[in-house]
């Protein structure tokens, strides 16, 4: 069993900083990419940043230059720094995490999501 499990949501006004994190547990042999997803109301969830095991990132460009994925490989664990926000990154924000079992089969886990409400 595996379980992903992300945290750090609130309420935040615009300019302010967040900071997400989601961990990974179980049975794990080898976790690929991490990343961060977001659905704001009426809208399809879109990547905001991931990041492989080699340390490859990749951006949405809303956030360029404002949010920075980290992982830290020993605890399983990615973070989402998010600063400058604005009004417009408010969403429920979800973590994956690609993992790979013992048998060498690759499953994508999500986390349950967290809120994020960035007001003006």
């Known amino acids: 069993q595996v379980q992903v499990v992300d945290s750090g949501g609130g309420l935040v006004q615009a300019g302010g900083s967040l900071r997400l994190s989601c961990a990974a547990s179980?049975?794990?042999?080898?976790?690929?990419?991490m990343g961060w997803y977001r659905q704001a109301p009426g809208k399809q969830r879109e990547l905001v940043a991931i990041?492989?095991?080699?340390?490859?990132?990749n951006y949405a460009d809303s956030v360029k230059g404002r949010f920075t994925i980290s992982r830290d490989n020993a605890k399983n664990t990615v973070y989402l720094q998010m600063n400058s926000l604005k009004p417009e990154d408010t969403a429920v924000y979800y973590c994956?995490?690609?993992?790979?079992?013992?048998?060498?089969?690759?499953?994508?886990?999500w986390g349950q999501g967290t809120q994020v409400t960035v007001s003006s």
């Open positions: 179980g049975s794990i042999f080898r976790i690929n990419a």
């Open positions: 990041m492989t095991s080699g340390g490859t990132t």
């Open positions: 994956n995490a690609d993992i790979r079992d013992s048998e060498g089969y690759v499953f994508r886990y």
